[in-house]
Structure formats: structure tokens, C-alpha cells
């Protein structure tokens, strides 16, 4: 657990405010090449990131106005309490015919639901209003008109800051979901929401 300096100056966009690492994370993490990617907590926040080099050894951490409002940063340099471990993103090798042997005595739907890597940003609509009403603002999910429910998979900017790790997040999640549907006999559908489009400002989807 170390103390960086969190500095106030901004990228180009304006959104992005820059924690400068001191030290040479390549060296530090023994990643010679490829890109650093590092998890851990600031000011006791979660977070996942990739390190940016500036070359000759120096790294730097990126930070969204989201992180920037939730670990109390206006504007002014600060110091932050930063923890930081490396995270291998590299292909795991492994004996195909090794793996071909391990038998597994439990069912998808009995696996599905006691695997954990929990996340809890589920939304389930069960009102009839709200799912008539976004079956109407999009031809696409029409069958929410009739359906029993609607299940929205959300993500969480703060904890995961890997926009790619997001997604993959949500999409994985989704397709567990669809899994355990049609494990029970009943049909399911995968309806994609589109980021600032008419359907997602609709408020069934809130605010964020």
C-alpha cells in the first residue's frame, strides 16, 4: 500500500485526470512487453486499469469523472491511497487431453447458479406498463409486450475501469441468464441497448 500523488491535470478530452506511478511497472511486474494491466483500491475504491507509458520507465493511470467523484477529487492535486498488483491477462496453456478427462458431476443450471463472481447490478421490470412501454419504443423488443419480465444487465464504471472488461462483464452474465431460461423450458431473448440512444434515456433504464 503506497501513497501517489493524484494530479489535477486533465487530457485533452477534459473528462480524464492522470496519476503519475512512481516507479517502472514493467520492472516492478516483470511484464517486459505487452500492455500492464492493475487492479486494486483507491482510497478504499475498487478499480481496473491498464497503465499508459510515457516512456523511459514512466507510467501513468487514467481516471474517469466517476472514480474522480467517488474517491472525493475536485480539481486540486491530491494524494490518494492507492493499493496496485498486476493482473496476468496473458493465454493460460493447458494438456487438452488432461482437461478432456476432469468429469464434473453438476448440471448447467446447477452450475450456473452456484458459480460466483458476484456483481449484483440486476434490474428485473416486471410491470406491465414499463414492458409495454419499451416494447413500443422499440420495434426490436415488441415482445416485451407479452413477456413475463425483463432482466436489465448493468455495469459499474467505478469498480470495473476496463471498458472492454465491462462489456465482456454484462455479455457473460446475459448469456448465463439466457442459459437458465431456456434450461427451465421458457424462452428468452437477448435485446442489445445502444448508449445515448432514445430507447436507453427511456426511464425503465434510469438515469446513469
Known amino acids: 500500500m503506497s501513497d501517489y500523488t493524484w494530479r489535477s491535470k486533465k487530457d485533452g478530452s477534459g473528462r480524464l485526470t492522470i496519476v503519475e506511478i512512481p516507479f517502472n511497472a514493467k520492472e516492478v511486474f516483470h511484464k517486459p512487453k505487452g500492455s500492464v ?11 481496473r486499469s491498464k497503465l499508459l507509458s510515457r516512456g523511459s520507465g514512466k507510467f501513468v493511470m487514467v481516471s474517469d469523472k466517476a472514480m474522480q467523484k467517488s474517491i472525493g477529487f475536485d480539481g486540486q492535486e491530491m494524494t490518494a491511497n492507492i493499493t496496485m498488483a498486476s493482473e496476468d491477462l496473458e493465454a493460460v ?57 425483463a432482466i436489465i444487465v448493468c455495469g459499474d464504471k467505478n469498480r470495473e475501469g476496463i471498458e472492454e472488461f465491462l462489456y465482456a462483464d454484462c455479455a457473460a452474465a446475459a448469456q448465463n441468464i439466457l442459459l437458465c431460461i431456456h434450461g427451465l423450458g421458457l424462452g428468452g431473448v437477448w435485446c442489445g441497448v445502444v448508449p445515448n440512444s432514445d430507447w436507453r434515456k427511456l426511464p425503465a433504464f434510469g438515469s446513469k
Not at 494491466?37 to 478499480?47: A, K, L, M
Not at 478427462?101 to 416486471?126: E, M, P, W
Open 37 to 47: 494491466y492493475v487492479s486494486g483500491t483507491i482510497n478504499g475504491i475498487e478499480y
Open 93 to 149: 496453456t493447458g494438456e487438452p487431453d488432461k482437461i478432456a478427462d476432469v468429469k464434473c458431476g453438476l448440471d448447467v443450471l446447477t452450475a450456473i447458479k452456484t458459480r460466483q463472481s458476484i456483481r449484483n447490478h440486476f434490474i428485473v421490470i416486471r410491470d406491465r406498463c414499463v414492458l409495454s412501454m419499451l416494447a413500443q419504443q422499440n420495434s426490436n423488443a415488441a415482445m416485451l409486450e407479452f413477456s413475463a419480465g
